[in-house]
Nanobody, 119 residues
């Protein structure tokens, strides 16, 4: 079963940057699309952004211009570069996709990584 593992979370001050990684394990299939979500305490899960097949990206208005999603296809790893972080960006960030992740497997989700931004 394909596993997605996020890393790179931590604590930063307002205006700081973090780069989150989402690595796929137990698959040799080249995953081409990935979503990044976040969920803050007491709030609904929010789609932060998405990279689609072909590399097109879309972002939530709240992070547009500050966050960038990109992919390293050689390592089957996706990244979320977060700049100019704000306290309201504090959340658990996770990656996932409903798309194909293996020859006969669809859908995989990570456990998430905590991002805390202090003022």
């Amino acid at each position: 079963q394909v596993q997605l593992v996020e890393s790179g979370g931590g604590s930063v001050q307002t205006g700081g940057s973090l780069r989150l990684s989402c690595a796929a394990f137990e698959t040799i299939f080249s995953i081409e699309a990935m979503d990044w979500y976040r969920q803050a305490p007491g709030k609904q899960r929010e789609l932060v952004g998405r990279i689609s097949r072909g590399g097109r990206t879309n972002y939530a208005d709240s992070v547009k211009g500050r966050f960038t999603i990109f992919r390293d296809s050689t390592r089957n790893t996706f990244f979320l570069q977060m700049n100019s972080l704000k306290p309201e960006d504090t959340a658990v960030y996770s990656c996932g996709t409903d798309g194909q992740v293996g020859p006969t497997e669809f859908g995989a989700w990570g456990q998430g990584t905590q991002v805390t931004v202090s003022s």
